[in-house]
């Protein structure tokens, strides 16, 4: 399934954890940079973090230092650990194939949501 299927959103209090999970499934997963963007009540959506193929990484600064992203290429994974969370959070949560073919292609998303 090329479209990424996201899971893992949850409902938690501020300072709370969750770990999120995609999974894409095609052949040149390992060699696609991946990103994790949210979209929140009222805004556009935006990338939170990218991991690259040489695993090499990039993060908002807004989660910088809260939010780890990690993938798994055997299992075409990738993960989005993230820690200390703020009601700023709270947003639906897609990941994407950072790729030109993969441009318009995103899954359903997951819900985030961080109350007091």
């Known amino acids: 399934q090329v479209q990424p299927v996201e899971s893992g959103g949850g409902s938690v209090q501020t300072g709370g954890s969750l770990r999120l999970s995609c999974t894409v499934s095609?052949?040149?997963?390992?060699?696609?940079?991946i990103g994790w963007y949210r979209r929140a009540p009222g805004k556009e959506r935006e990338l939170v973090a990218r991991?690259?193929?040489?695993?090499?990484?990039n993060y908002a600064i807004s989660v910088e230092g809260r939010f780890t992203i990690s993938r798994d290429n055997a299992n075409n994974m990738v993960y989005l650990q993230m820690n200390n969370l703020k009601s700023e959070d709270t947003a639906v949560y897609y990941c994407?194939?950072?790729?030109?073919?993969?441009?318009?292609?995103w899954g359903q998303g997951t819900q985030v949501t961080v109350s007091s």
């Open positions: 991991i690259n193929a040489d695993y090499t990484k």
């Open positions: 095609i052949n040149t997963f390992k060699l696609k940079p």
């Open positions: 994407k194939v950072e790729s030109y073919a993969y441009r318009n292609i």
